[in-house]
């Protein structure tokens, strides 16, 4: 995928989420929903007067919350790997050939459908207070997922297994087969670990990337339409027996 294209396609995903989003929050605060459970996590930050203390508080603090909900991130993740309906939007992520930090944006519809299957879930359950947590944090929390999506050869070393970086995201995309259904994980490595989906790859283990039975958006139309569509859609070459009757999304 050239980086223009790439430049275009993350732009249109970004305006569309962020106005949809919009909408929903406004809707949500004016129906008052109060979550289950209220959890305070500023005494992380503010049991010592250090400065360092209290920005790794805030850390720690901003790593709990990540992990409520990176849970129901993991299992919509696997999701979209398992349904057939699912999959046929989740499939224009995958069909990139190149690896880029614009390819970081999935197809916008992704984006709504964490909707019900993240935010509300997470926002019924949790509220979290995290006090003071250092904006450089924050920063690299939030951009992550650009350099999850990149090409470069810069690696986290043991950092990964708390949060993926590119060669693990990397496998996750991979055309080869023993890569299949492994890192959903995307800030967070901790659930592949727990439920034994994480593949962590040897040094020299950078796969191509694809989906050999469907190829990459060419343009604009095909970006926001093609997913609307109808079609048959494959998740890997065709499988069989009981390969098969464990991958619905293949059907």
Known sequence: MSHARGAVFCVANIIITKVSLTLFYRL?????????????????????????LQA???IVA????LQASEFFYYWFHRLQHSNKF???FHAEHHSLEEMSAFNSNHHFSEEIFRIPFLIIPVSLLFSFE??????IWVFLVRWQGYFEHSST??????????FPDNRYHRVHHSVERQHFNKNFGSGSAIWDILFGTAYYPRADEWPDVGLPNKREPQNFREFLLRPFLR?????????????????PASE
């Open 130 to 135: 995290q006090g003071y947590v250092p904006w």
């Open 231 to 247: 079609g048959k859609i494959q998740l890997h070459p065709a499988p069989t027996g009981k390969e098969a009757s464990l991958n």
């Open 86 to 88: 699912f999959w046929r």
């Open 28 to 52: 949500w605060e004016r129906i008052g929903v109060r979550p289950l459970f209220h959890i305070d996590l500023r005494f992380l930050s503010e049991f010592s007067s250090f400065w360092l």
């Open 153 to 162: 050869r810069l690696h986290l070393g043991w950092i990964r297994y708390l």
């Open 62 to 65: 901003s790593l709990i919350v």
């Open 56 to 58: 790794l508080g805030g």
